[in-house]
């Protein structure tokens, strides 16, 4: 190929590259631009303010404090002088931190293998609109309901302690009262309120399995077991991304359940990321530390997430 | 940075202003409070103002009770203009106090000796931002029925805490299911009786005289006196509704309560007779000592009818206000014999002397007083508080942190 | 159609395998729907309490006397019918709205190529991961100045273009094979043209998912109604049940009631859409 030819394909390429990023902003135009304005921008702002010293009013009292923000949420002096213990044992961060990432630690894989059980079982069953409807019926009802009724099945003398107790456990005492305990109330009813939404999501993706790969397999004599392992379970892996990418951005960013349910007790047993800068926000009015609070959440989440897409884009090469 | 994010909310804070239209020509005052259509006292004065102010409409703006602080705050940062916001925490008016959305007050010539120094907790650097038209002072209510029932003295006005211990004991039947008393989750109605002495506040960075009161909550749990933290915690059991159940000999709850029996009377969601009494006291604190809070209401900077506005809150605050918001058995800010008076008249109130004789307390002190940096106090004190509640630390333990951990903040 | 096929088998094999596996299935399906329903029997029960009956010991499932009269109480007690109207307007815009949108915008980062694609596909998940509560005032701010405080608009422009739906229908998009498009780009079919013919009908399962998802979401909001919405006529259904919430007391009872009475029409909507993901659609679209 000489070198006009090339550039000339160079140029056509060039040219379509560019009729394709139009017509590909074309498409984006409707969403994007209601994006950027109403969340976009904002979020912006909010990233610009962890930088300032902000305890609402008038603008003018804007005042740029660099870092200080961080400082004062990482604890950086009392951990300089007593060790990082301190930021995970005392600091409100440290603590918010570790109980919010040992909850979506639970909750992720527990939500998911609930979700897709529930998804294989419904799949091709007599009744099965019936059942799914039942599933999803937890994450179609209101928030104050469910953590009222939950609040409730979970007391002391209530029927989830009563059935524990029939098994021949002993554990007598109301769950969210209980600091070891009560952070599982707020995973249990995640799970609960959670698995029928994923549920739905699996339902979806298992339509997209075309049938020739399952007829192939059974051809090949694969038992069922195999089947799953080697036809089913690839061929949901982009459901189960999103799924995992959507479940930890939302198990992060947990509030209602909390608020209403422990409202972060007992202690600080259950104090979340969202309630720390639920808290700063709105009841210390510090909107500039409560910022800096969401930018850690945001780095450790698109961090998880880039993880995650990494990962994605090495099952997609397999 | 800076410039830029200041440029963009310079812009979007100026568009509010152009595009909010101005509404002057009627005379409509808009109020921002809470409950609106529910709570007797707002009905109450609203329809005193409006009847003996022709020409002026109360508009209440109603929000959600829990989410006050949140809604109003976002109203006023976003530039709303409606007039008059209510103040349900004396904090809120602190803050927005110091952001600049409190209207200072002229109150020149208004005279506010009926709020016996109250008002000052709404006052900063001297100048009034704001007027009380509600002081809630907590009391002890009885369900006479049971203690007849049982032959036992009823509670007076001078109980001290030792004494009201063994009556809770005493009335405490568990065959029958009665409890001697009954405790809500807050913190309040535990240990906040620490501060009836005039001395304390829970803003003094020093937490042992709180032990008393945990301790003997302890004893009365432990000995089955009143239900257990836990499961009320965990149900949100309401204590109108547990009260209400006719198995609570006692109960320390605050003054707003007599309207809510009175209404429960009226409406038969229970039927016993009930009473009050003032809240027992320590040893050596005077008989009649209590705790409680403040309910105002300040003028919003962006209102475009300060003068009605100020109308409006000083005939709230004032003896017409006051006896509005009595006439429902709810306590006004203003204290004085014709309003005591007005609130023992309602009818339903306990018709006996012990009853109106708790009506006029010998000192209320503020359940949470003005400090700096009382909101993060407040939570330090709350988590521990429900620690020691819930059992998993001894209250000589949450003390302690509590000590330690407010002395951080001020480092 | 994988139990299906493999059903079959073992029926033809082993009809006592076939048998025991059917029932355990049916025993664990009937455990999972107890352990689903069982809150929502104590919901109904309380819905027909008293309060003061709600959380008392022993609990009772069945109430002593049945109060039907609280699923009347509650549309006395406040507007609710006018709730009702507004919530169902805002779900249905925002589902219209939200679907369209997004569908559109996913094709472009599914199956096209250009400039700053992964970098606006990272500023659409960024955003998901920044908590509301970070960047409402802000927007709050925002929404004042160009006029929708307090409008039921505002609730619709804050949800209808919501990341999530991007997200979701380019990952629903992605499945769909590559070859496809390619096929049809050389049969002469537009951009525009792909989108409509090919993969809106092939996605008939994703746009019902997120027709649920959107409209189940903004049914439910109440942190968003409760900043946004300020006069009575504007509020929604979820803001009007903590209403039965106030400061001295809690109507449980009636709280039940009337979320009991929001589930009907979210339920029904699910109803209507969930048999799209029974009619299988990948067969045909692999043949193309």
Known sequence: MSQSEVRKVRYRMGKLERKNTLVAYSFLAPNFIGFAVFTLVPVICAIALSLFEWNGGDISKLKFVGLDNYATIFATKKVAEKGLAYFFNRADLGIALKNTVYYTVVTVPLTIICALALALLLNKIRGAVFFRTVFFFPYVSSMVAICVCWSFMLMKDGPVNQIIMALGINFNKGWTADSTMAIWSIILVSVWRNMGYYMVLYLAALQGIPRELMEAATVDGANKWQQFWHVTLPQLKPTTFFVSVMMVISCFKIYDVVAIMTDGGPGRATKMLVTYIYDEAFIKVRYGQASAISMVLLVIVLLVTIIQFGSEKKFSND | ?411 | ?288
């Open chain 2, 1 to 411: 940075m800076k410039k830029m994010l200041s440029v963009l909310l310079a812009v979007m804070l100026m568009m509010s202003l152009l595009a909010v239209p101005a509404l002057a020509e009627d005379q409509v005052l808009t109020v921002v409070t809470w409950d609106a259509t529910t709570t007797p006292y707002l009905i109450a004065q609203k329809d005193a103002f409006e009847a003996s102010h022709p020409g002026v409409t109360i508009e209440y703006v109603d929000v959600a009770s829990q989410d006050y602080a949140v809604k109003a705050t976002t109203m006023l940062e976003g530039g709303d203009t409606s007039d008059i916001f209510m103040i349900k925490e004396i904090d809120n008016l602190i803050n927005w106090q110091a952001q600049g959305f409190a209207a200072p007050l002229d109150t020149n010539g208004y005279d506010m000796s009926g709020f016996v120094g109250t008002e000052v907790n709404y006052a900063v650097d001297g100048v009034q931002y704001a007027i009380p038209f509600r002081s809630d002072f907590w009391v002890l209510f009885y369900n006479k029925d049971l203690f007849d029932a049982a032959g036992v003295e009823l509670p007076t006005n001078d109980m001290t805490w030792d004494q009201y211990a063994e009556l809770a004991k005493k009335m405490t039947d568990k065959d029958k299911g009665i409890y001697g008393t009954h405790y809500h989750t807050w913190l309040s109605a535990v240990v906040n009786w620490a501060v009836c002495d005039g001395v304390n506040t829970l803003a003094d960075k020093n937490y042992d005289d709180l032990l008393y009161f945990y301790k003997l909550y302890q004893d009365l749990e432990d000995s089955g006196a009143c239900m257990s933290y836990a499961d009320l915690k965990a149900a949100g059991l309401h204590y109108s509704a547990a009260f209400a159940n006719g198995n609570i000999a006692m109960l320390p709850m605050g003054y707003w309560y007599v309207s809510t029996l009175i209404g429960y009377n009226q409406d038969g969601t229970c039927n016993f007779n009930w009473g009050i009494t003032a809240v027992p006291h320590a040893e050596g604190v005077a008989a009649g000592s209590s705790f409680g809070n403040l309910t105002g209401a300040m003028i919003n900077a962006k209102s475009e009818k300060k003068d009605l506005a100020w109308e409006y809150i000083s005939w709230l605050g004032g003896v017409e206000g006051a006896k509005a918001t009595a006439s429902v058995g709810a306590r006004p800010a203003w204290v004085s014999e014709e309003v005591a008076a007005s609130m023992s008249s309602v009818e339903g109130f306990p018709a006996d002397e012990t009853s109106k004789g708790a009506l006029l307390p010998a000192a209320v002190a503020m359940e949470w007083p003005v400090a700096e940096k009382v909101a993060d106090i407040k939570t330090i004190v709350n988590e521990e508080h429900s620690m020691i509640m819930a059992r998993e630390i001894t209250p000589e333990e949450g003390i302690e942190e509590m000590n330690e951990r407010v002395a951080e903040l001020f480092e």
């Open chain 3, 1 to 288: 159609m994988e139990t299906a096929v493999h059903s079959r088998e073992i029926r033809k094999d082993n009809p006592t395998l076939h048998k025991i596996l059917r029932s355990i299935i049916w025993i664990l399906l009937i455990l999972l729907t107890a352990f689903t329903l069982i809150p929502f029997v104590w919901m109904i029960s309380s819905s027909l309490k008293l309060d003061r009956e709600v959380f008392a010991f022993p609990m009772r499932w069945i109430p002593e006397t049945f109060h039907w009269e609280n699923y009347s109480l509650i549309w006395q007690k406040v507007p609710l019918v006018t709730y009702f109207k507004n919530t169902a307007f805002i779900a249905i815009v925002v589902t219209l709205l939200q679907t369209l949108t997004s569908s559109f915008a996913a094709y472009a980062f599914a199956k096209l190529n250009f400039r700053g694609r992964d970098v606006l596909f990272l500023c659409y998940i960024g955003t998901i991961a920044v908590p509301w509560q970070a960047y409402m005032l802000p927007q709050f701010i925002m929404m004042r100045s160009i006029g929708l405080y307090d409008t039921l608009w505002a609730m619709v422009v804050l949800q209808a273009f919501s990341a999530f739906g991007v997200f979701l229908m380019r990952q629903f998009y992605r499945s769909i094979p590559t070859e496809l498009c390619e096929a049809a780009r050389l049969d002469g079919l537009s951009e525009y043209g792909i989108w409509a013919r090919i993969m809106l009908p092939l996605s008939k399962a994703a746009i019902a998912t997120l027709v649920i998802f959107t409209f189940v979401n903004t049914w439910n909001d109440y942190m968003g109604p409760m900043i946004y919405l300020t006069r009575d006529i504007n509020k929604t259904v979820q803001v009007g049940l903590r209403r039965f919430i106030q400061e001295n007391s809690s109507d449980y009872h009636l709280i039940m009631a009337a979320s009991l009475c929001s589930l009907l029409p979210v339920s029904v909507v699910f109803l209507c859409l969930q048999r799209y993901f029974i009619e299988g659609i990948a067969t045909s679209g692999l043949k193309g």
